[in-house]
């Protein structure tokens, strides 16, 4: 359907006719719907609040669900929000021009959190984690003042996996971004309609429409953040074995609570011999239920 019509979106206009191209962006709207109704991120006449930082991630991100409102797959309203936070060189012109040219609603916002980073964040520390944490704040305030109750990013597949472990090398438990969040407030979502999409083909998709990127380097991004650690040795498994993302993530979706060691996840000390003998009822997941675990 996507290859047999022109009446895309404007952000689509100009994307390279090659075989490859349209099958990437096939493939992108396909994920995209699906993470959308597989994590139960739709509800119909809400309003997004489409985060833009101006890097490929979040250009895929805002063209993508466009196409599929523009395909009345998407039954949301879409606002396009830009933060600039002062850093320095940030080119303030480039995002606002770029969403009037293509048609999108948006709202630029600028607030200087850049300053505040600085200041409070010692020297020789990285300033990642502050800075998300204000950005964060800053869109979560847009939201509730243009009445979209959900804040919408760009981490796509990759960005999951490498805070998955980050969280295990580093912080010690078994976590990383969910593809649907609720706020502490409680009165916002979290989405991230990117979560089944791999990096690679974002960056495929915004070097072949051309998209004026901004690079994620304007703050002075100190070199040997764990991220990049992480990254760096997700890449090399990758080199090693092609497919070790996928097949890394499709574990994530297929946890087994009585194979981990967490109490509080699974209950143990109800375990007894006697449900060894035991048959589970018909459609009940054996590594889910209070049975011993079979030894593998």
Known sequence: MLDDCDDIHPLF????KTTEFRKLRKRLVQQVREATETFGMIQPGARWLVCLSGGKDSYTLLAVLHELKWRGLLPVDLLACNLDQGQPGFPATVLPEFLQKMGVEHRIEFRDTYSVVVDKVPNGRTYCSMCSRLRRGNLYRIAREEGCSSVVLGHHRDDILETFFMNLFHGG??????????????????????????????????????????????????????????????????????????IMFKALMNVRPSHLVDPQLFDFAALMPEAVAETPPAGEDRNNSKQIPLLR
């Not at 206009?13 to 390279?16: E, Q």
């Not at 593809?179 to 791999?198: H, I, Q, S, W, Y």
């Open 13 to 16: 206009h100009g994307a390279p």
């Open 173 to 246: 438990r078994l976590a990383t971004m969910p593809p649907k969040l609720l706020n502490e407030d409680g009165d916002l979502t979290l989405l991230r309609p990117l979560a089944l999409v791999a990096e690679a083909d974002c960056e495929r998709f915004a070097q072949g429409m051309n998209y004026p990127i901004i690079p994620c380097d304007l703050c002075g991004s100190q070199d040997g953040l764990q991220r990049q650690q992480v990254k760096r040795i997700l890449d090399d498994w990758e080199g090693r074995t092609p497919g070790r993302r996928n």
